[in-house]
């Protein structure tokens, strides 16, 4: 059963940069696809970049950037040039096989989020 727990969220100022971590444990699988999402209060739940399990990424929306090390179980991201709308929790999402869709539907493990607010 794999687990997510996600850190390194908190308050920023307009303009900085920020990168959260997500801690992965109990993965048996070899190659994975994970990503990261990001939910506003009162929007859905939407992408921002995934790495699949051959280290194709897709992003889905500027001034994110992923990279996982596998040494350390350890996902990232780096979110450059933040602002207002990137307020919100962050969740880090591992899918049940090597390959990316962008829905979270296909995403079958979820971090508790944390939480970013910028201002």
């Known amino acids: 059963h794999v687990q997510l727990v996600e850190s390194g969220g908190g308050s920023v100022h307009p303009g900085g940069f920020l990168r959260l971590s997500c801690a992965i444990s109990g993965d048996t699988l070899t190659r994975r696809c994970m990503g990261w999402f990001r939910q506003a209060p009162g929007n859905e739940r939407e992408g921002l970049v995934m790495l699949d399990g051959f280290g194709k990424v897709t992003p889905m929306k500027v001034r994110f950037t992923i990279a996982k090390d596998n040494a350390k179980r350890t996902l990232y991201l780096k979110i450059d040039g933040l602002n207002a709308d990137d307020s919100g929790m962050y969740y880090c999402?591992?899918?049940?096989?090597?390959?990316?869709?962008?829905?979270?539907?296909?995403?079958?493990?979820w971090g508790q989020g944390t939480q970013v607010t910028v201002s």
């Open positions: 999402a591992a899918a049940s096989s090597a390959y990316c869709s962008t829905s979270a539907s296909d995403f079958a493990y």
